[in-house]
């Protein structure tokens, strides 16, 4: 295959990057459930496409996050002064489906703590593409950061219990909890839901929950919680001893056609940098992406610094001459988002009913 020739107008990175947003945009706003993205073959480490919804007056902004499987902080993120409980009737919404993925290698489970995102990538099948599956998940909150590195799923838990080890209770009883059990039955009420993944890190599993709105939030010890359903369907596909990397990438690069994206998270202050500044810290990501490619665009670093100062998780084009995420979005037409919402009975370990 011929490297795609490197454009340096505006004019033609628009052209570009408009033909790429039709293919993109073909498809329509059909839910993320078990999102399964081939892996790209063209260089490319961006999957999924940027969609626009509009609200009706039934749904809640999580509503429209857990339908199309995205987090609290994905939604909330792309969608900025829209609230969070009431939407309104046609208010657009961003639907953030579009993700950079993580560093190579593409194999096993990678979980990006910053990104709040799972990969999973599942040995292909003979004669079959390679693919990629990605959930968001809840993350530990402060003080419990999740350990770093490489392990294995050790095993599989149907109806787990739970002990509460007696830091947890001591937590929840200097809040004010004096009541919290020691002992959590199987059951839809229990913190780790219907199923569990261990992992060879000591009490780390990546688990249900019983309170589906907190994934994508800071809100375990240092477990991974996911929403039901992704829960069983990543318990059904996952086989005991595959590799496990929990990573730590608050900042990530993309390449897709001949534009260069950037997505930027909040960092986790509990594991340590070496770059004190996520300024810095995208620069070197970015100058370091250019190093690997034969022809890079060129970049914009005013949008660079922008897509840090807002913390951008949506992945925006920081080529110079590409369209800016304002514009981009403008160019989607909204479809509307009529399913009925999950509800308050909802928020529990059961997976809900299929919609």
Known sequence: MKPMPFFTTPTALRLVFGLH???????????????????PTDGSNIVGQLQVVTADSRNTLLDIARHFDLGHEEITAA?????????????????????ILPPKPWQGLVLNIPQRRLYYFPRPEANAPATVV?????????????????????????????FPPKSIREEHRKQGEFDFPEYFPPGPDNPMGMLAIGTGFDKIFIHST??????????????????PEDAAELFDALPVGT????INEPVLVGARGPLLYLSVSKPVDE??????????????????????????????????????DARRMLPVPVSVGAPGLDELIASIAPQHHAFEPYGVESNQGLPPPPR
């Not at 498809?27 to 892996?39: D, E, I, S, Y």
């Not at 590799?243 to 929990?246: G, T």
Request: charged fraction near 20%.
């Open 21 to 39: 947003l039709l293919v993109l945009l073909m498809g329509g706003a059909a839910p993320a459930r078990g999102a399964t993205f081939p892996l």
């Open 79 to 99: 969608n900025p002064g829209v609230s969070i409980w009431l939407p309104g009737e046609g208010t657009p919404i961003v639907v953030p489906t579009v993700f």
């Open 134 to 162: 990605t959930f968001p998940i809840g993350t530990a909150r402060t003080g419990w950061p999740t350990p770093l590195g490489t392990t294995r799923i050790t095993g599989k838990y149907k109806d787990p219990a739970w």
């Open 210 to 227: 019983n309170r589906p709105w907190g994934v994508g939030m800071r809100v375990s010890h240092g477990c991974i919680r996911l929403y």
């Open 243 to 246: 590799p496990v990397r929990f």
């Open 271 to 308: 594991y340590p940098d070496d770059v004190d500044s996520l300024l810095l810290r995208a620069i070197d990501a970015v100058a370091r992406h250019q190093e690997t490619q034969p022809v890079s665009p060129e970049i914009d670093w005013a949008r660079v610094r922008e897509a840090v």
